[in-house]
Nanobody, 116 residues
Framework: QGLLVESGGGLVQPGGSLRLPCAAS????????MGWYRQAPGKQRELVAT???????NYADSVKGRFTISRDNAKTTVYLQMNILEPEDTGVYYC??????????WGQGTQVTVSS
């Protein structure tokens, strides 16, 4: 177990920042595309950001310009830097690793709450 482990969640005021790390198993990190998803209360899980093994990134329109996904190959960790947080960003954030449509993994999630 523990192929993907998220952390860094918590309570933050609107306008604040958080950085979420996802520690990945070294056996999959280099060959898997990585991503972040989130699920707000009463909502469906949605894409937040992804990064391919080649470094191509993709962001949801709602977070573009505020969030940044990055990879540290030496630490086999993917990060989600979240700036200018809004209450609408509240939710459980999940790390994802996908090699192909038949081989993917999910972390347990970390709670992010944006509130004054």
């Amino acid at each position: 177990q523990g192929l993907l482990v998220e952390s860094g969640g918590g309570l933050v005021q609107p306008g604040g920042s958080l950085r979420l790390p996802c520690a990945a198993s070294g056996s999959i990190f280099s060959i898997y595309n990585m991503g972040w998803y989130r699920q707000a209360p009463g909502k469906q899980r949605e894409l937040v950001a992804t990064m391919t093994t080649a470094g191509r990134t993709n962001y949801a329109d709602s977070v573009k310009g505020r969030f940044t996904i990055s990879r540290d190959n030496a630490k086999t960790t993917v990060y989600l830097q979240m700036n200018i947080l809004e209450p609408e960003d509240t939710g459980v954030y999940y790390c994802n690793a996908q090699k192909n449509r038949f081989d993917d993994y999910w972390g347990q999630g970390t709670q992010v709450t944006v509130s004054s």
